[in-house]
Every structure is written in C-alpha cells, then in structure tokens.
C-alpha cells in the first residue's frame, strides 16, 4: 500500500490508540503554534483508529480548504470595483437615460464558483415618446462589465424611442 504523505501546515498524532488528524498554524512567526484539530461536517468523528485514515482526513481538509479559499477570492473579485471611474461613468449614463441609479447586487448560486453580479436598471417612462420602458436585470462577471451592458442596453432603448419619435414627426409633417 502506498503510504501518503501529510500535507504542510497538517499533523497527525497518536493518543491512546487513537489517531487524531491536526491543523499546525504559526501565530507569529517563530513565536506560537497552535495545534488544531481537524473537525469537519465530513469527518463524523475527530480520531480515527488507523494513521492512514487520519492522513487522508488531513487530505481532504486541506482539498476543501483549497475550494473555500479559490471560492472567496472569486467573491472578492467579483465585489470588487476595480474601474470606479468607468463604473461611476456608466451609473451617470444609466441615471440620465432613466431617470434613476440602477441597482446593484451579487448573485449567489448554486455552487461557491457560481458569483455574478446583477445590474437592474428601473423601468421608466420615455420622456421622449411618452412609452413605457420596461426594467431589466445584466447579468455580468464584475460590476463594470454589468454597468457597461446595462448602459448599452439603456441607451439602445433610448434610441429605438428617439427614431420612434423623428418618424412620427415625419410622418405628421
């Protein structure tokens, strides 16, 4: 059989029969360890009986905190608002094309990897042709690459009622 290796900053130790998977974190650089053991909705109990079990144990927490680490920066990346100026840009082109801020939020999905974010932009009333313009949700990776969706999207709108209004106008006259 193949004899796994632990992985770093894991531990495990032997007490009175018992293996016990840990988790080894330096506090302070050379100063304080702390030793914790490794408790897990997967792991229904925190000893095992052979080594083996306790490195795989240790295995598996370091798989799943690998998966929670990538899922948080991808949250983080996806919260962050790395063009304000361009974002700032497309709010004030959305707010005088409708008359209001759209709203923004985060989507959450299924899966930790599943984070967008979701630009609404308020239906209104055209001041232009007097019609009614439905609101619609943009769904994009970041804040600015929404913003700037949702920003055609409203200023597509606003044309349609613009060449809408000049045949009118033509037709009238």
């Given amino acids: 059989m193949k004899r796994q290796t632990l992985p770093s900053g894991y531990g495990v130790v032997h007490l009175e029969g018992k293996?016990?998977?840990?988790?080894?974190?330096?506090?302070?650089?050379?100063?304080?360890?702390?030793?914790?053991?490794?408790?897990?909705?997967?792991?229904?109990?925190?000893?095992?009986?052979?080594?083996?079990?306790?490195?795989?144990?240790?295995?598996h927490h370091e798989r799943e905190e690998a998966q929670r680490e990538q899922a948080s920066w991808?949250?983080?990346?996806?919260?962050?608002?790395?063009?304000?100026?361009?974002?700032?840009?497309y709010?004030?082109?959305?707010?005088?094309?409708?008359?209001?801020?759209?709203?923004?939020?985060?989507d959450y999905g299924s899966s930790p990897y599943c984070v967008s974010t979701v630009a609404y932009v308020y239906a209104s009333w055209c001041p232009y042709c007097g019609?009614?313009?439905?609101?619609?949700?943009?769904?994009?990776?970041?804040?600015?690459?929404?913003?700037?969706?949702?920003?055609?999207?409203?200023?597509a709108s606003r044309c349609c009622c613009l060449r809408f209004v000049e045949e009118h106008v033509q037709a009238v006259a």
């Fill in 19 to 59: 293996w016990y998977p840990i988790k080894i974190e330096k506090i302070y650089p050379q100063e304080f360890v702390v030793l914790d053991p490794i408790y897990d909705d997967s792991i229904n109990d925190a000893h095992f009986a052979r080594r083996q079990e306790a490195v795989e144990a240790c295995l």
């Fill in 131 to 155: 019609a009614w313009q439905d609101g619609f949700y943009i769904y994009g990776l970041t804040i600015d690459e929404a913003l700037a969706q949702a920003a055609q999207e409203a200023y």
């Fill in 91 to 106: 709010m004030d082109e959305i707010e005088a094309l409708t008359g209001r801020r759209p709203y923004i939020r985060y």
């Fill in 74 to 89: 991808l949250r983080r990346a996806v919260e962050s608002d790395v063009y304000p100026d361009r974002c700032a840009h």
